[in-house]
């Protein structure tokens, strides 16, 4: 069965620098969701994105911005990149609201 | 917000053995999944469940959604079952859904 699909697998960006991170949802499924997972943490949830629109907001910082496109693929985008925002991004998807979420493998950052 | 709390905060269990996680959430529910992340941070979707008792092979998981706890069971213990096992909620709110993960149970299991 299709997956989340996640890319790229690694990044290494230094201070200041920007990112873009791609997520594929499973085909079908109309809801995206970004988390971060930083080191020894638990993820936490930073947007939401339903039929193309934002759903739902958490800490995410105003240096990142995301958006889901057309074709339901969604982009988190970061700028004036520090330290503090190495992690495991992760991108998940469902099929509407209360229902599972899927999780891709996630995209490692590494600020150097 | 809803707090998530898992327990125990660490197990170290011999391979065969079993054990028990336990999730408590101090609000109602609409969504509760069971994770475990594997060494390389994978998230692997275990159970979803939030109501009721499922099983699939050695793991079974049972959720008390009017006593607001959720129990993941391991049965005969495998050195692939080490990793960090998450559980995670959505508060039962119109129009949340975002996933609140406990803290999570590090397992380790010895050959």
């Known amino acids: 069965a299709a997956g989340v699909i996640q890319s790229p697998r690694h990044l290494m960006k230094e201070k200041r620098e920007t990112a873009t991170l791609k997520c594929y949802p499973i085909?079908?499924?109309?809801?995206v969701y970004w988390y971060q997972q930083g080191p020894g943490q638990d993820p936490q949830f930073l947007i939401s994105?339903?039929?193309?629109?934002?759903?739902d907001k958490g800490s995410i910082p105003d240096r990142f911005s995301a958006q889901q496109f057309s074709d339901y693929h969604s982009e988190l985008n970061m700028s004036s990149l520090e330290l503090g925002d190495s992690a495991l991004y992760f991108c998940?998807?469902?099929?509407?609201?209360?229902?599972?979420?899927?999780f891709g493998d996630g995209t490692r950052l590494s600020i150097l | 917000g809803i707090q998530v709390e898992q327990s125990p905060p660490d197990l170290i269990l011999q391979e065969g053995a079993n054990s028990t996680l336990r999730c408590n959430f101090s609000?109602?529910?609409?969504?509760l999944q069971w994770f475990h992340q594997n060494p390389w941070g994978q998230l692997i979707n275990l159970f979803y469940?939030?109501?009721g008792t499922k099983q699939n092979g050695r793991l079974s998981a049972t959720t008390v959604a009017t006593e607001r706890y959720s129990l993941l069971y391991i049965s005969s213990s495998q050195t692939t079952d080490s990793g960090v096992y998450f559980c995670?909620?959505?508060?039962?709110?119109?129009?949340?859904?975002?996933?609140?993960f406990g803290t999570g149970t590090r397992l380790t299991i010895i050959p």
């Open positions: 994105f339903y039929e193309k629109m934002q759903s």
């Open positions: 085909p079908r499924h109309d809801t």
């Open positions: 998940a998807s469902s099929f509407g609201g209360n229902q599972p979420q899927h």
């Open positions: 995670a909620v959505v508060l039962a709110n119109f129009g949340n859904e975002k996933l609140t």
């Open positions: 609000d109602s529910v609409n969504n």
């Open positions: 469940i939030p109501s």
